[in-house]
Every structure is written in structure tokens, then in C-alpha cells.
């Protein structure tokens, strides 16, 4: 129902765009997120946006660099990121809730549905 596309094997200060494909339920009307897990670490929010993508969040750490949008008419959610650093390395994966973000944008445990990551390298 929730499937991340895009990632791949790039240089620090390239750009990449990951796609995420929804279908199933109407989740043009939930809030979505992405979150990343780097080997080794915990997962972490990296940004989300409400169902009508007016409103937008981001991590401190990709604030400037990544941006989270959506098409509803698409079904599709995406996040273009800029300015790769090594530190971006890390398997991404998009989130629906069915719940208003509003406050808790960030925690993983406001999502119902995850999908399967797509793996983003960033060499030096």
C-alpha cells in the first residue's frame, strides 16, 4: 500500500529524488512522513506533510536541503534532497497516518502504515 522508490548510489552534494507510491487506502486524506534508518541507528523523522500539503515539517538535520511534497491526484508523496552529505546514507521509508500530525509529526508511532525503504548511499 506504501512503496518508496528512488534511492540509490550517489556523491555527497548531489540531489535525489524518492518517490512514494500509495494505493489502497485514501491516504490523500492522512498525514505522511519520511523516516530514515542509517546502519546501526535508530530510525529517525526526516520530514512530513499534512494531507493537503500545506503544511510541512522537517528534521533540523535536513532543514534548507530536503523538501517533502505530494500530488493527491497521483497518489504519490515525494522527497527531493539536495545537497547530500554522507550522513543522509541511510534506508528511507514514507508513513501514512489516519490521525492529524499537528504536533507529533516526528514520532513513529503516529504512523499506521509504513511501506518497504528504498536504500540512499552517499559516498564522499
Known amino acids: 500500500q506504501l512503496q518508496a522508490c528512488g534511492g540509490g548510489s550517489v556523491q555527497a552534494g548531489d540531489s535525489l529524488t524518492l518517490s512514494c507510491q500509495t494505493s489502497?487506502?485514501?491516504?490523500?486524506?492522512?498525514?505522511m512522513g519520511w523516516f530514515r534508518q542509517a546502519p546501526g541507528k535508530e530510525r529517525e523523522f526526516v520530514a512530513a506533510?499534512?494531507?493537503?500539503?500545506?503544511?510541512?515539517y522537517y528534521a533540523d538535520s535536513v532543514k534548507g536541503r530536503f523538501t517533502i511534497s505530494r500530488d493527491n491526484g497521483k497518489n504519490m508523496m515525494y522527497l527531493k534532497m539536495s545537497s547530500l552529505r554522507s550522513e543522509d546514507t541511510a534506508v528511507y521509508h514514507c508513513?501514512?497516518?489516519?490521525?492529524?500530525?499537528?504536533?507529533?509529526?516526528?514520532?513513529?508511532?503516529?504512523?499506521?502504515?509504513w511501506g518497504r525503504g528504498t536504500l540512499v548511499t552517499v559516498s564522499s
Open positions: 506533510i499534512s494531507w493537503s500539503g500545506v503544511t510541512t
Open positions: 489502497g487506502r485514501p491516504f490523500s486524506s492522512y498525514g
Open positions: 508513513a501514512a497516518s489516519r490521525r492529524s500530525l499537528e504536533s507529533a509529526y516526528a514520532e513513529g508511532g503516529r504512523y499506521d502504515y
